[in-house]
């Protein structure tokens, strides 16, 4: 399966922008895979950062996971106050304790402007682009996460497999 649509600038990225190397997950916050997969990722991205680039997309399995979406949508909300990532890593690195008061906390933590938050939680764009995140998915064939692409194409392998790859094709 190839990843639909390409990366583009809606989507939140880390590491170099013009990298030859791109991955992409679809994640979900509350998803326990994608809690192990997070430090993995993370010491991918501080060991060949300068040399690849990062995308995170929203999956959330709200009918497995209750704080998955509202997570995405907190998450989503600090991107407008310019702290997707901050939120992206507090979440995941909390995510024993994910419920929607703990999401509130963590925007406090955060330092995010409250009253901007809590506008921007209601907007229809955050939502919107939670749903154009989890359609890509469905059109690049998501059926789980967290799911990985590289270089447009399906990974089929775990965050381990692709920390092995990326010692191998980045030299």
Same mark, same amino acid.
């Given at each position: 399966? &190839? $990843?639909?649509?390409?990366? &583009?600038?809606?989507?939140?990225?880390?590491? =170099? %922008?013009?990298?030859?190397?791109?991955?992409?997950?679809?994640?979900?916050? *509350?998803?326990?895979?994608?809690?192990?997969?997070?430090?993995? @990722? =993370? =010491?991918?991205?501080?060991?060949?950062?300068?040399?690849?680039?990062?995308?995170?997309?929203?999956?959330? @399995?709200?009918? !497995?996971? *209750?704080?998955?979406?509202? +997570?995405?949508?907190?998450?989503?909300? +600090? +991107?407008?106050?310019?702290?997707?990532?901050?939120?992206?890593?507090?979440?995941?690195?909390?995510?024993?304790?994910?419920?929607?008061?703990?999401?509130?906390? $963590?925007?406090?933590?955060?330092? @995010?402007?409250?009253?901007?938050?809590?506008?921007?939680? %209601?907007?229809?764009?955050?939502?919107?682009?939670?749903?154009?995140?989890?359609? &890509?998915?469905?059109?690049?064939?998501?059926?789980?996460?967290? &799911?990985?692409?590289?270089?447009?194409?399906?990974?089929?392998?775990?965050?381990?497999? @692709?920390?092995?790859? !990326?010692?191998?094709?980045?030299?």
């Amino acid at each position: 399966m &190839s $990843l639909k649509p390409a990366v &583009s600038k809606t989507d939140h990225t880390q590491g =170099k %922008k013009d990298a030859d190397i791109v991955i992409v997950e679809y994640g979900d916050y *509350q998803c326990p895979y994608c809690g192990t997969a997070y430090p993995v @990722l =993370k =010491k991918m991205m501080k060991k060949y950062g300068k040399r690849i680039q990062f995308v995170f997309r929203n999956f959330p @399995l709200s009918e !497995m996971h *209750q704080y998955a979406r509202p +997570a995405a949508i907190v998450a989503e909300a +600090a +991107a407008l106050q310019g702290k997707f990532w901050e939120m992206h890593d507090a979440i995941y690195e909390n995510q024993e304790y994910l419920s929607e008061a703990f999401l509130l906390e $963590l925007a406090e933590k955060l330092e @995010l402007e409250p009253q901007q938050f809590n506008t921007d939680i %209601k907007k229809p764009e955050v939502a919107a682009k939670i749903d154009s995140d989890f359609e &890509s998915g469905i059109m690049s064939g998501v059926n789980g996460t967290p &799911s990985l692409f590289v270089n447009g194409r399906k990974f089929n392998g775990g965050p381990e497999d @692709l920390l092995q790859l !990326m010692s191998e094709i980045v030299k």
